[in-house]
């Protein structure tokens, strides 16, 4: 089974606007979605339009939670979840004809007991074979290291784990030997604090990344594709498909779950590579996560960039 984890599930209210959002100024909108969010939703959002099962895990509270969780199961997709009092966040998204723009809530508050219990139904769960996908930033009222305390309780289980966070909370998670790890550019020189602008430098930090425990790399560069950096010691490259860019949220964790996806069935990397770039691209040039249909149609007709 896969297992996703998002600590703070989110309804996303997206607005296209006439123009580009004007501060001061009354915007109005063309078109508005709710759109239930969190990146390992995402996840599993994609890989059950796939046909993929996976088990969405984490904290939901209130009206808002019951919407999430109402829109998750009527999609069939297996839901898991902690009930907090509190509800859930609503974020903002306001899209522009150039530029995003989102103002994210904080989410509800999260108790100590809270987080035992959630930690407890997950290492309930896990069992050897399962794959375990630890993605997002974690809401300031959690510890910081809760993907630790997560991985340790599972450290001595065959799971694939992957991690989809930034800075520390990645890198805290190397020694646990996660199966993948995705930053992308901007996430990778945010870590190691400098400019990344040849494939030398971006392959001696994904190295580095490597060497710190993790055993695959896959950094995300936008239209200039992905790199990843395999167990084997070998490197794969993909470049992504030329389209309109409606949004790119969600864009990174489609590549996930169709690396997940493609990897899972197929044992190939070179393949879950490239499946991985024609999910994200294809969610990209939506309004929000892309149907295997709109997959399958950017990888049979489809022009990537050269």
Known sequence: ??????????????????????????????????????????????????????????????????????????????????????????????????????????????????????????????????????????????????????????????????????????????????FLIKPNLEELEEIFGQKLNSFDLIKSKALELKNMGAKNVLISCGKDGAYLFDENNQVHNAKSYKGKVVSTVGAGDSMVAGFIDSYLKNNDYKRALEFSIACGSATAFDTQIASKDAIINLIEGGQKWK
């Open 1 to 178: 089974m896969i297992y996703t984890v998002t600590f703070s599930p989110s309804l996303d209210y997206s607005m296209n606007l006439e123009s580009d959002f004007k501060q001061g100024n009354i915007n109005r909108s063309v078109r508005e979605n709710y759109i239930v969010g969190g990146k390992g939703i995402n996840v599993s959002i994609l890989l059950n339009n796939l046909g993929t099962k996976s088990t969405v895990l984490g904290f939901v509270g209130g009206f808002v939670g019951e919407y999430i969780k109402s829109s998750l199961s009527s999609q069939k997709i297996n839901i898991d979840f902690y009930e907090v009092s509190e509800n859930s966040r609503i974020n903002v998204k306001l899209n522009g004809k150039k530029f995003e723009s989102a103002i994210n809530a904080n989410g509800p508050q999260i108790s100590q007991q809270d987080i035992d219990q959630l930690v407890y139904k997950i290492d309930k769960s896990i069992k050897n074979g399962d794959t375990l996908v630890l993605a997002g930033n974690i809401p300031k009222n959690l510890s910081r290291n809760i993907y630790e305390i997560i991985l340790e309780r599972i450290k001595d289980r065959q799971v694939y784990i992957i991690v989809d966070a930034t800075k520390d909370l990645l890198l805290n998670t190397l020694k646990y030997k996660p």
